[in-house]
């Protein structure tokens, strides 16, 4: 996959009254209309053409009546996917192993 912006290592982001921090390795939740849980682990932050920053992600999602199945990577606007993925997990560095966190 090409990017054709500008690579960041990370972004503060406003959401709510609430600075964020995001950076590769940060993870997200959200509750799906069927129920299963989309868990999104960043990859990468970097702007677009324009300006505008967007992260590269993937995804599992878990179920309680199927497989877990892994996608990406995504990508998204930051607006959007913070929209989306409102419950903050763990940020790259946390005590959480990766192993465990891929789990989750």
Known sequence: MS??????SSL???RGDR?????PGAAF??????RAIETAEILAV??????IPHFRYDVVITS??????REGP?????KSFLDQYVER????????????RRAV
């Open 89 to 100: 997990l763990f940020q790259s560095g946390d005590e959480m192993p990766l192993e465990r």
């Open 64 to 69: 309680a009546h199927g497989p877990v199945v």
């Open 46 to 51: 970097y702007t677009d053409p324009s300006g």
């Open 74 to 78: 995504r990508v998204l606007a930051a």
């Open 12 to 14: 503060f982001y406003m």
């Open 3 to 8: 990017v054709r912006g500008r690579k960041m």
């Open 19 to 23: 600075l964020e921090y995001v950076r």
């Open 29 to 34: 939740r959200r509750l799906r209309s069927d």
